[in-house]
T-cell receptor, first 112, second 113 residues
């Protein structure tokens, strides 16, 4: 069964600090891995998309990494801001079929 | 440009009723997909439609159905509502390029009492 596991489930950090969120997946082979940010009460917004051949992708203060050998991805947030408080969701697209597999998300809270 | 729009934003129904949720994709997007997100969890894939044809179906009962119209808008129907159907229902559209990002609407919050 294709699974995507994220850790930690929740995280509290101080404004200005860095943090790293983890994503482990069993989907194989896969087409791409995406990270989304979801503010409370809103739909998810795409942060990064990486194909299986890419190792890293940046979007401003967000940097995603991918290790296809260990089936792990991480999302690193630099110099956190209060507006980074949200859920961050890892999504894997299998190579065959269209059934995206979502992780349960990491809920990040940035405190002043 | 308008993003993905969903209606209604909130809905309260009682057990046994049926519900229709609507989604308008970003202009030019032919692919629409539906997701169920229970509070505190990640979204679960329900359906994907492309050019009015079903391209994928998640692990949901037959009470869930959907369709896509010639203008690429879509409806999700749920019959015989159960308390467990209470969730945020998200619609997303995407372009034709490989690895195009999904653009989500802000969802319809369905509460079944």
């Amino acid at each position: 069964k294709n699974q995507v596991e994220q850790s930690p489930q929740s995280l509290i950090i101080l404004e200005g600090k860095n943090c790293t969120l983890q994503c482990n997946y069993t989907v194989s082979p896969f087409s791409n891995l995406r990270w989304y940010k979801q503010d409370t009460g809103r739909g998810p917004v795409s942060l990064t998309i990486m194909t299986f051949s890419e190792n890293t992708k940046s979007n401003g203060r967000y940097t995603a990494t991918l290790d296809a050998d260990t089936k792990q991805s991480s999302l690193h947030i630099t110099a956190s801001q209060l507006s980074d408080s949200a859920s961050y969701i890892c999504v894997v697209t299998p190579d065959a079929g269209n059934m995206l597999t979502f992780g349960g998300g990491t809920r990040l809270m940035v405190k002043p | 440009d308008a993003g993905v729009t969903q209606s209604p934003t909130h809905l309260i129904k009682t057990r046994g009723q049926h519900v229709t949720l609507r989604c308008s994709p970003i202009s030019g997007h032919k692919s629409v997909s539906w997701y169920q997100q229970v509070l505190g969890q990640g979204p679960q894939f329900i359906f994907q439609y492309y050019e009015k044809e079903e391209r994928g179906r998640g692990n949901f009962p037959d009470r869930f159905s959907a369709r896509q119209f010639p203008n690429y808008s879509s409806e999700l129907n749920v019959n015989a509502l159960l308390l467990g159907d209470s969730a945020l229902y998200l619609c997303a559209s995407s372009g034709d390029r490989v690895n195009s990002p999904l653009h989500f609407g802000n969802g319809t919050r369905l509460t079944v009492t």
